[in-house]
């Protein structure tokens, strides 16, 4: 099992910028899918942008253009960088990580979009 530690959050106005960080403890290896999800206030969560260990990603098509899902580095820690936000982008980010066997959750870092 691997613990996932989110990063990054904070308060920024509209058209402003956040890089949130996912560090990952233990080892990853093998096929994983790593996804950033995000639950606004009365929402679902939702997956906002996904990348495989293949490389191949995928975003939500609200955030396309945006936000750059990158997987983890040698350091182990996987970013979302979060540009043009907009108030709807407001919610609690979460990364996870789902390999054949596991499926793990970080904590959450909270990201709010107001004037």
């Known amino acids: 099992q691997v613990q996932l530690v989110e990063s990054g959050g904070g308060s920024v106005q509209p058209g402003g910028s956040l890089r949130l960080s996912c560090s990952a403890s233990?080892?990853?290896?093998?096929?994983?899918?790593m996804s950033w999800y995000r639950q606004s206030p009365g929402k679902q969560r939702e997956v906002v942008a996904h990348?495989?260990?293949?490389?191949?990603?995928h975003y939500r098509a609200s955030v396309r253009g945006r936000f750059t899902i990158s997987t983890f580095n040698a350091q182990n820690t996987a970013l979302l960088q979060m540009n043009g936000l907009r108030t709807e982008d407001t919610g609690v980010y979460f990364c996870?990580?789902?390999?054949?066997?596991?499926?793990?959750w970080g904590q959450g870092t909270q990201v709010t979009v107001s004037s």
């Open positions: 990348i495989s260990s293949a490389g191949t990603k």
């Open positions: 233990g080892t990853i290896s093998g096929v994983y899918i």
């Open positions: 996870n990580l789902e390999t054949t066997t596991n499926d793990d």
